[in-house]
């Protein structure tokens, strides 16, 4: 059985703009629980994104939270996946880019993101679900 994208992203995504604070972004991530915001900005081509890591490296940096702005620490080379992509698919697209997380847009529509936490959970389920059926797993087949 092979996942698709669509079964296994989170369909809550937040939206910021670049003029945010990294506090504010921050803040608003972890009240619910995720990793990423996608960035709007009305004068750029295409969306951005910032992770918890570009907050973490601004803050390592002694760069104050209330002070930066999204803008200056965002990505804007946003690598987009399709709801039927296989996870497989989507996992080699993450590490052959260096990213942790994925938007997923349907008919030009951002419909969710997709990252490493919930590959590797899926990943988890798969095996779960294979090794109560007795079938073959990736661990047991080395």
């Known amino acids: 059985m092979s996942m698709k994208v669509s079964e296994a992203m989170s369909e809550s995504v937040l ?3 670049p003029g ?13 629980h995720i990793g990423s ?5 009305p004068e750029r081509q295409g969306p951005g994104i910032i992770t918890e890591r570009d907050i ?4 390592g940096a002694g760069e104050s939270p209330d002070e930066e ?3 200056a620490h965002m990505a804007s080379d946003v690598i987009f996946a399709a709801p039927d992509w296989s996870l497989d698919h989507a996992a080699e697209t993450m590490i052959s880019h260096g990213f942790r997380h994925l938007a997923v847009v349907s008919g030009g529509e951002l419909i969710g993101m997709l990252s490493m936490r ?7 389920e798969i095996e779960s679900a294979a090794a109560a059926v007795g079938a ?4 047991s087949d080395s």
């Open 15 to 17: 939206t910021v703009g």
């Open 20 to 32: 945010h604070t990294l506090r504010e972004v921050a803040t608003l991530m972890a009240a619910r």
């Open 37 to 41: 915001a996608v960035v709007h900005d």
């Open 56 to 59: 973490m490296l601004s803050l």
């Open 69 to 71: 702005l999204v803008e």
């Open 118 to 124: 919930d590959l590797v959970r899926c990943y988890v």
């Open 136 to 139: 073959p797993t990736a661990a």
